[in-house]
């Protein structure tokens, strides 16, 4: 186990909703980044968070969002769903934000969109 | 050109076999580099980083070949539970994406 704990597991949502998903990162952790994985891609880099500021932002619309909290647990925010959006959204965490520093991931939330 | 490729396979091996996967980056400043190990339905873990001079980790080789800007991964003595996807990583250090994934390379290790 990681320690990193997403929620919720599963999720089901209708196209023009929007969602809110979170994450609590790892003791002693004050980055988190978030990444799209689509059924047979590899994860895609959305964003991350340092110190309660965005450090950093992949391809993905304004639509996508985030928040870090002063305990470094942290949100994303997606709205008006569409169906390219179901996919496996994946929170980790890290000890800073060097690249070469390890990913400790949650396991997840599986976003379906109808 | 994608930024990190991998053949997606499957890769069907017996237990006890030698694989090998493939990975090419098209970012000559690429850094530094994973393999990360993701079984179905759940988190990627990293497996190894890759260093120049390339590395072992028991059953496990790792090698970059910065000339031609590919990354291997032996696997020995394959075990069923070697059984899961497998996702080259490259940390560009620019722009602003810290670390790119590849779709990953599917194994299955058959008793």
């Known amino acids: 186990e990681t320690g990193v704990t997403q929620s919720p597991t599963h999720l089901i949502k209708t196209r023009g909703q929007q969602v809110t998903l979170r994450c609590s990162s790892q003791?002693?952790?004050?980055?988190v980044s978030w990444y799209q994985q689509a059924l047979g891609q590899g994860p895609q880099f959305i964003f991350q968070?340092?110190?309660?500021?965005?450090?950093g932002r992949g391809n993905f619309p304004p639509r996508f969002s985030g928040l870090q909290f002063p305990n470094y647990s942290s949100e994303l925010n997606v709205n008006a769903l569409e169906l390219d959006d179901s996919a496996l959204y994946l929170c980790?965490?890290?000890?800073?934000?060097?690249?070469?520093?390890?990913?400790?991931f949650g396991s997840g939330t599986q976003l379906s969109v109808l | 050109r994608k930024e990190v490729e991998q053949d997606p396979g499957p890769f069907n091996v017996p237990e006890g076999a030698t694989v090998a996967f493939n990975c090419t980056y098209s970012?000559?400043?690429?850094?530094?580099f994973f393999w990360y190990r993701q079984d179905c339905r759940k988190e990627p873990k990293l497996l190894m980083s890759?260093?120049?001079s390339g590395n072992e980790d028991g059953r496990f080789t790792a090698q970059l070949n910065r000339a031609s800007q590919y990354i291997s991964l032996l696997i020995r003595d394959s075990k069923l539970s070697d059984s899961a996807t497998y996702l080259c990583?490259?940390?560009?250090?620019?722009?602003?994406?810290?670390?790119?994934f590849g779709k990953g390379t599917r194994l299955s290790v058959i008793a």
């Open positions: 003791s002693g952790h004050n980055t």
């Open positions: 890759v260093y120049s």
């Open positions: 980790a965490s890290s000890r800073s934000t060097d690249p070469n520093e390890k990913l400790f």
């Open positions: 970012n000559s400043a690429s850094q530094s």
């Open positions: 968070y340092y110190r309660e500021e965005e450090n």
């Open positions: 990583v490259v940390n560009n250090r620019s722009g602003n994406t810290p670390l790119v």
